[in-house]
Nanobody
């Protein structure tokens, strides 16, 4: 089992920045691919960004490329999502996710989910 706890969400004006953190604990969590998904009201959960277990490979959804950056610190069992130039359409609940396997498998879905943290971007 892997437990994921997100933090760092909040309210920010358009153009602003936020950094989300996800602390992982449990069995072999440092060997999992980790990432972020988001879900806005009335929509399906969608992939945002992912990083492989070593932190050397990353992937991003097209809407966030060039604005969001994902990284991880395995010594702290923590993954980060730095979000810049935020837009109102980035408003959603952001979920940390983990999957035992290569990066591309996490893009399809996760084995473990966090409880979510709300990000609201005002115009």
């Amino acid at each position: 089992q892997v437990q994921l706890v997100e933090s760092g969400g909040g309210l920010v004006q358009a153009g602003g920045s936020l950094r989300l953190s996800c602390a992982a604990s449990g069995r072999a969590s440092s060997t999992y691919s980790m990432g972020w998904f988001r879900q806005a009201p009335g929509t399906e959960r969608e992939f945002v960004a992912a990083v492989d277990w070593a932190g050397g490979n990353t992937a991003y959804a097209d809407p966030v490329k060039g604005r969001f950056s994902i990284s991880r610190d395995n010594a702290k069992n923590t993954v980060y999502l730095q979000m810049k130039s935020l837009k109102p359409e980035d408003t959603a609940v952001y979920y940390c996710a983990a999957r035992s396997g290569p990066l591309y498998t996490l893009i399809r879905g996760a084995d473990y989910w966090g409880q979510g943290t709300q990000v609201t971007v005002s115009s």
